[in-house]
């Protein structure tokens, strides 16, 4: 079987760009083409990358997508424009890898749904969790059913490179909705994915409480320091210099949902906190599971008869593996083109990453607005049958 040729579009390769050039399988595609509006992005990938010096490319990803030589593009760009080309690349009949969120607001991914289900052409999302070995632990956990069935789940993420988010485009509502959504998409996909539903109805609250206080801002059109956020000597929040001039983005949310399955769970994000780590708790009608770390060396602790937290009756220890977000970007990437070849279904539907913007898009108009429970609506069956049965057209 010929190899797929694919190109990128959005070339930064400091940010997610290098998952996919770095992870293609070569065995089974080839980069052919990169696009991005900036030439300077376009420059420093090839300096960084004069291996590909021989590939086309191009300033406008409307004449990539013309290109009938590429036949799967990668969408990697900033969220608010993830409809418009992902819609395009669809109609084109382009395979689609679509960085996660699928998109800002809901209406925006049902219009995508909409382009994938009409053109029956493939379409990925990029929640790449699904990949992560802690979250492939607790799914086997939970399927195996030794804590009995699902009722509620747990969640808290608490994330100590927040600032970064306060650094640049995604400080303000119109480029990315908010952080509930824009970062929150991933833990509420596997909320939806181990307690096997989705959310029905959501309530909100959330607030921009400390990085609204900073002072020494950036200089309106003033590059930030996308370093700086990671550096030991960010602390603390309300310390910190060079955050973006203006922004309208939560800060720490949090979420209640009621999902279709009786299910009731809680997702609480925080991006000041000192420490990272995403904690799950996925509880039972016989015990349950809580993951230690959630990557790299970690553990997953069942609890299964009554006792002290401290002494789980089971603890599964995990090694580190290889690549980005605990080896999951090798395996996504992977799998994308298993999927594409027709050689593997992928972990991640179209419908499923929809209802975790979903989920997220409602949660931010509740707590924007009084806090209000909100009603999320369903797709239609046609749709709910094709992405379910994995895009195979009957």
Same mark, same amino acid.
């Given at each position: 079987m010929q190899k797929t040729k694919f190109g990128i579009i959005g070339a930064n390769m400091k940010l997610r760009a290098v998952v996919a050039e770095m992870y293609y399988p070569r065995e089974k595609a080839e980069l052919v083409a990169i696009c991005d509006h900036d030439p300077e992005m376009l420059k420093k990938f090839f300096e960084e990358k004069p291996e590909y010096k021989g590939i086309k490319?191009?300033?406008?990803?409307?004449?990539?997508?013309?290109?009938?030589?590429?036949?799967?593009?990668?969408?990697?760009?900033?969220?608010?424009?993830?409809e418009e080309i992902a819609v395009a690349a669809l109609n084109a009949g382009k395979a689609v890898f679509l960085e996660k969120p699928m998109a800002i607001?809901?209406?925006?991914?049902?219009?995508?749904?909409?382009?994938?289900?009409?053109?029956?052409?493939?379409?990925?999302?990029?929640?790449?969790?699904?990949y992560m070995p802690s979250i492939l632990k607790m799914k086997e956990v939970i399927d195996s059913g030794i804590i009995g069935d699902i009722q509620c789940v747990w969640v808290r993420h608490f994330i100590n490179y927040g600032s970064c988010y306060f650094r640049h485009?995604?400080?303000?509502?119109? =480029?990315?909705?908010?952080?509930?959504?824009?970062?929150?998409?991933?833990?509420?996909?596997?909320?939806?994915?181990?307690?096997g539903g989705y959310a029905t109805r959501v309530s909100a609250f959330g607030q921009l409480s400390v990085y609204n206080r900073t002072t020494n801002r950036l200089a309106p059109g003033e590059a930030p320091d996308r370093k700086a956020s990671w550096a030991p000597d960010c602390w603390p929040p309300l310390e910190l210099k060079g955050l973006a001039p203006e922004m309208d983005v939560e800060d720490n949310s949090m979420i209640m949902m009621q999902l279709d399955n009786g299910v009731q769970a809680s997702y609480q994000q925080c991006m000041f906190?000192?420490?990272?780590?995403?904690?799950?708790?996925?509880?039972?009608?016989?015990?349950?599971?809580? =993951?230690?770390g959630d990557h790299g060396e970690c553990q997953i602790h069942v609890w299964t008869n009554?006792?002290?937290?401290?002494?789980?009756?089971?603890?599964?220890?995990?090694?580190?593996?290889?690549?980005?977000?605990?080896?999951a970007d090798p395996r996504i990437?992977?799998?994308?083109?298993?999927?594409?070849?027709?050689?593997?279904?992928?972990l991640i539907t179209p419908l499923a990453a929809r209802n975790a913007v979903a989920a997220g898009f409602m949660g931010h108009h509740s707590m924007r607005n009084g =806090?209000?429970?909100?009603?999320?609506?369903?797709?239609?069956?046609?749709?709910?049958?094709?992405?379910?049965?994995?895009?195979?057209a009957k």
């Open positions: 490319t191009y300033s406008d990803y409307r004449d990539m997508i013309a290109d009938s030589e590429i036949e799967a593009v990668f969408i990697m760009v900033r969220d608010h424009y993830h607001t809901l209406e925006g991914c049902d219009r995508i749904l909409e382009a994938a289900y009409r053109t029956k052409t493939p379409l990925m999302v990029g929640h790449n969790m699904r485009w995604c400080a303000l509502q119109e =480029n990315c909705t908010g952080l509930l959504l824009q970062k929150g998409a991933h833990d509420i996909d596997v909320i939806h994915w181990l307690a906190a000192p420490d990272s780590e995403r904690n799950y708790t996925f509880i039972g009608t016989k015990g349950r599971v809580e =993951n230690i009554r006792g002290s937290r401290s002494r789980p009756d089971i603890i599964y220890d995990l090694k580190a593996l290889e690549g980005g977000h605990g080896g990437i992977k799998a994308f083109f298993d999927f594409v070849r027709g050689e593997a279904p992928a =806090n209000i429970p909100m009603d999320i609506p369903p797709v239609c069956k046609e749709w709910q049958e094709y992405f379910d049965g994995g895009q195979i």
